[in-house]
């Protein structure tokens, strides 16, 4: 495909239950983002992917958060035991010299 | 840890009308500072790309300025258009972005 794609588009969770959201990045991007962007608000910094090398993830909010890149092209982002106020945008980005963002996916946690 | 500013939160402009969106950040030593464009339920599309060694940079109708001793960058729309609603957003860094809250544009036609 010519850009990042994001599934699911929408995902609604039960609190407590996990969840797994996916993003396929540009065709040989070295670089793979993971964003929260809360209603009203700018996206914030997740973690970062090197190839299959995760090299930052001092955003990650909390150790429910988890995400991997095994062959360095598909990411997953997991959230177990979902809360409330993981309700958010879940923002996907691969980059060479900008960064191409995906639609996210939008996370709601009732 | 970067802390990136705009203003205003929101604007309306009549159709045609040429307007400034500001972003401010603390921390000047940035790689470049990037400008998108976000519509509802959307992604967010690049619009410009300033490395930090540059000043601005151009494209159509957008202008976008970078001052990093100031620790500001500035979009200029001209000629607005309705099409040109939507939430603009600038980031700052390098491997990470730090983004802004964003300006909420309306054109009104």
């Known amino acids: 495909g010519a850009g990042v794609s994001q599934s699911p588009r929408y995902k609604v969770a039960k609190r407590g239950q996990d969840v797994a959201l996916r993003c396929d990045p540009i065709s040989g991007h070295v670089s793979l983002f993971w964003y929260q962007q809360a209603l009203g608000q700018g996206p914030e910094f997740l973690t970062y992917f090197q190839n299959e090398a995760q090299l930052d993830k001092s955003g990650l909010p909390s150790d429910r958060f988890f995400a991997e890149r095994p062959e360095g092209s598909v990411s997953t982002l997991k959230i177990q035991r979902t809360q409330q106020e993981d309700s958010a945008v879940y923002l996907c980005?691969?980059?060479?010299?900008?960064?191409?963002f995906g639609p996210g996916t939008r996370l709601l946690v009732l | 840890k970067q802390e990136v500013t705009q203003i205003p939160a929101a604007l309306s402009v009549p159709e045609g009308e040429n307007l400034v969106l500001n972003c401010s950040f603390t921390d000047s030593a940035i790689y470049n500072l990037q400008w998108f464009r976000q519509d509802p339920g959307k992604g967010l599309t690049s619009l410009l790309l300033?490395?930090?060694?540059?000043r601005e940079q151009t494209s159509g109708r957008l202008n976008a300025s970078l001052d990093k001793s100031s620790g500001r960058s500035t979009l200029y729309i001209a000629a607005s258009q309705p099409g040109d609603s939507a939430t603009y957003l600038c980031?700052?860094?390098?491997?990470?972005?730090?983004f802004g809250t964003g300006t909420s544009l309306t054109v009104i036609p």
């Open positions: 980031a700052s860094g390098g491997n990470q972005f730090y």
């Open positions: 300033i490395q930090s060694s540059q």
């Open positions: 980005a691969s980059s060479g010299e900008t960064q191409y």
